[in-house]
């Protein structure tokens, strides 16, 4: 059974960092894409960045570029992602979600969540003005 534990959240003031973490199970970690993706309230979710565990290989949108990293260690079958300078508007829940393919699925040049097949239970993020 694929299963995906996201945690990490927290509440952080604006300025501040944060990093998550993604811990997968229940596949060959090394074959597959993860995604963060965030969804705050009222809003659509929405996808930040994807890296292929297979080769290392991301994908950042406008969103993510300057102030958040995405990174992985296949020893832990986890995938992290790093925060920085953060602002009000990047509360949200976050979630970590999984597809089978050695490479970032892409749509329209971006991270799209109906590209994934297997999400984890996301973890809130409060950042404080």
């Known amino acids: 059974e694929v299963q995906l534990q996201a945690s990490g959240g927290g509440l952080v003031q604006a300025g501040g960092s944060r990093r998550l973490s993604c811990v997968e199970s229940?596949?060959?970690?090394?074959?597959?894409?993860i995604g963060w993706f965030r969804q705050a309230p009222g809003e659509e979710r929405e996808g930040i960045l994807c890296?292929?565990?297979?080769?290392?290989?991301?994908l950042y949108t406008d969103s993510a570029k300057d102030r958040f990293t995405i990174s992985s260690d296949n020893a832990k079958n986890t995938v992290y992602l790093q925060m920085n300078s953060l602002k009000p508007e990047d509360t949200a829940v976050y979630y970590c979600?999984?597809?089978?393919?050695?490479?970032?699925?892409?749509?329209?040049?971006?991270?799209?969540?109906?590209?994934?097949?297997?999400w984890g239970q996301g973890t809130l993020v409060t950042v404080s003005s």
């Open positions: 229940g596949f060959t970690f090394h074959e597959a894409a």
């Open positions: 979600a999984a597809v089978l393919m050695d490479f970032c699925p892409v749509e329209e040049g971006t991270v799209v969540a109906g590209l994934y097949d297997y």
């Open positions: 890296i292929s565990s297979t080769d290392g290989t991301t």
